[in-house]
C-alpha cells in the first residue's frame, strides 16, 4: 500500500501544477525515483491508471529517472556506490555512512497540452 500513497501524490502534485498552467491534459509526468526508495514502479503504473482515469491525466505516460545509491563514508569521508547490501567503505572498511543519493521520490516535471 506504499505505493498506493505515492502515487496518490504524484497524481495530486501533477494536477496542480496541470491548473497552475490551464493545461487540458497531462501529457508525460517524469518521475525522479532513487533505489533506495523502495518504490515499484510496476506498482505505481498500476494505481496510476486506477486513480487517474477521469482526470486530464488519465492518458499520461509516467517516466522513471532512476537515482543510483550513493554513499559517503563517516569515516574517511569516501563517496562511493554500493554494489552490494553490506554498504562497506572501499576506503577503510568502515559501515558508517550517509545517504548522499537513492532516497529520491518527487516529480521532475509534467508535459501538459
Ligand atoms: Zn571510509
Redesign the pocket.
Known sequence: MHEFSITQSILDIALERAGEDQASRITKINVTLGDLSGISEECVQFYFDFLSKDTIAAEASLAFDKVPTQLR??????TFSPDNSAWL??????Q?MDIIFGRECYINSIEVE
Not at 73 to 78: D, F, M, Q, V, Y
Request: hydrophobic share 0%.
Open positions: 563514508c563517516r569515516e574517511c569521508g569516501t567503505c572501499p576506503g577503510c572498511k568502515e558508517k
